[in-house]
């Protein structure tokens, strides 16, 4: 089926205050969802996958574990990355400052495909990126790479795990340079180039935006659980006092 922009934004915003949860902007993690679901990835499949876990967290700050010179590493205690990738950003612009190069390590967290429109925004700051995740299942690995002053990166998918570290991990760097990444990339077994997501999202604002039926429903049913418990706690209230 198509939906829109907007339909997307409003359903996810529903269903992730359905949580209620206490770290997390809703509307950010809606525009996260819409913008991957645009661009072709599978937006609302991975929401809906990452919705049971999301449920169950435990609302915990992020731990910095390790300060560096140009790096540093942040402890996300199985949290969810959509619930913290926004803040975490700012912040690490911040310590980048005037730095040419600036590396973070994520651990424990998940939900690694919705950092898509996050570190795509970086175009607008013209920092480059290149980001790295192992998976737990098929594609194994997945590279991630924005040059500078490009709206849209190259995907790299493997489907072998590339890097030794934990499939709960990402990896992401950003430098006032592009990246070299011919060593990176040499054995990699799909890609989706920056063209490709180019006209994908292009295809998106001018005919719609195409989602599964079964996923669509799948959220839809997430969005209305809000409207239940609010009608239910409504009816209570209106009995009470």
Known sequence: MIVSHNEIVTMV??????????????????????????????GILHFNNASPF????????????????????LDLHGSSLVCHLPAVMDYVI??????????????????RWLAYSELAKLAAKGIACLAK?????????????LDRRFVYPDLYFFNEAQANYNTND????????????EQDIQYFDRKVSTDELYATHQRAWK??????????????KSAAAILVENSEA???????I
């Open 13 to 42: 915003n529903k269903a992730f205050l359905g949580m209620q949860r206490e770290v997390g902007e809703a509307d950010l993690i809606a525009s996260m969802v819409a913008e991957l679901q645009m661009a072709g990835l599978n």
């Open 54 to 73: 999301i449920l169950s967290e435990r609302d915990v700050a992020i731990d910095i574990i390790y300060q560096g010179e140009g790096e540093v590493r």
């Open 94 to 111: 911040e310590k980048m400052g005037s730095r040419n190069h600036f590396k973070v390590y994520l651990q424990n967290c998940h939900n």
């Open 133 to 145: 995740w192992d998976n737990g299942s098929a594609p194994k690995h997945t590279i991630f790479t």
């Open 170 to 181: 990402m990896v992401i760097e950003l430098s006032t340079t592009n990246f070299d990444i």
């Open 207 to 220: 005919e719609g935006i195409y989602v599964d039926d079964g996923q669509w429903a799948t959220l839809k």
């Open 234 to 240: 409504s009816s209570k209230g209106a009995g009470g």
